[in-house]
């Protein structure tokens, strides 16, 4: 009586297959789990072959079959691997994993922004979004704007690659309305970025900040602008002998140890803030007013 064993065929010719596919993958330099989503179907295709060569040729009522378990469940566990890593590759787990082996953290320049034409324009309104900003007056007549990211750049390289990736800059009437955004990246990244940005804006150009809660850091050197800033965390500001400042604080947290003149207080149920507070460089002919600051440094 003739005995058909299924299974043992297959898995003979998987091996076979597996072989093949791995030294291509050495060779071609292919991604290893590229090859694996090309290679486990071929197993169902061998397994469906010898069941149909032995319908075909062994039919009859002397020959029996006898399955092979040890090679049914080999051929079963790697169509299973498979089929798992068919749906990592499908929900893009599998490409998140290779982003995160692959990725390596560097510190790069983001695309530099220039703006020429000012003519008619009196007023900047930034919004800092999630990043530290630096904002910087000028005797350029240009408003520049330039800074680092610092992150993971994977194989689709760096993130990026032009000026709207991380701000929105629009023109209308007698403003220029800039808008920081978040960063582009992974849904499943390791690593978002942080980024730092410097604007440099024309001394003569009034400015309004919105801080979103974020650090900031002030230059006004020898600015000839009223300057506005709400809603800060901790803010910076670097005085120079050229400033001709005052500078009020309303409704906001610690200060530090300078020369605070008119300093009044409130409390409310977590903490004492400042409720105003000011002080007075060079002539104090310009202004800049801070509200809702969580601390006011002056440097």
Do not use: H
């Amino acid at each position: 009586m003739r005995t058909w064993r299924v299974g043992s065929f297959s898995m003979g010719g998987a091996l076979v297959f597996l072989g093949v596919f791995l030294l291509l993958q050495q060779v071609l330099d292919w991604d290893p789990a590229i090859a694996l989503l090309s290679w486990w179907p071929v197993l169902f295709i061998i397994l469906g072959i010898e069941i149909l060569v032995y319908l075909a040729l062994f039919n009859k009522e002397n020959s029996r079959v006898k399955y092979d378990f040890i090679s049914i469940i080999f051929i079963g566990f790697i169509g299973t691997l498979g089929l798992g890593v068919a749906l990592l590759q499908t929900v893009g787990l599998l490409d998140a994993a290779n982003q995160y082996v692959s990725a390596e953290v560097k510190t790069m320049d983001l695309p530099k922004y220039e703006e020429t034409m000012l003519d008619g324009i009196t007023r900047v309104q930034v919004d800092a979004g999630q990043y530290p900003v630096t904002i910087e007056s000028t005797p350029s007549k240009k408003m520049t704007m330039f800074g680092t990211y610092k992150g993971d750049v994977g194989k689709d390289g760096f993130p990026v690659k032009e000026i709207s990736d991380y701000a929105l800059v629009e023109k209308q009437g007698d403003t220029i309305y800039i808008r920081f955004k978040e960063i582009p990246y992974k849904r499943y990244s390791r690593y978002i970025g942080f980024v730092e940005t410097t604007l440099l804006i024309p001394e003569n150009i009034n400015l309004e900040v919105s801080g979103k809660g974020n650090s900031l850091a002030l230059k006004p050197r020898n600015m000839q602008s009223d300057w506005n800033v709400l809603d800060s965390g901790y803010l910076d500001i670097i005085m120079s002998k050229d400033t001709n400042v005052t500078l009020e604080v309303q409704d906001s947290g610690n200060l530090d140890d300078s020369k605070w003149e008119n300093i009044k207080k409130m409390k409310n149920e977590y903490e004492d803030r400042i409720k105003s507070a000011s002080q007075t460089f060079g002539t104090g002919k310009y202004s800049i007013v801070v509200k809702n600051a969580d601390g006011v440094n002056i440097k």
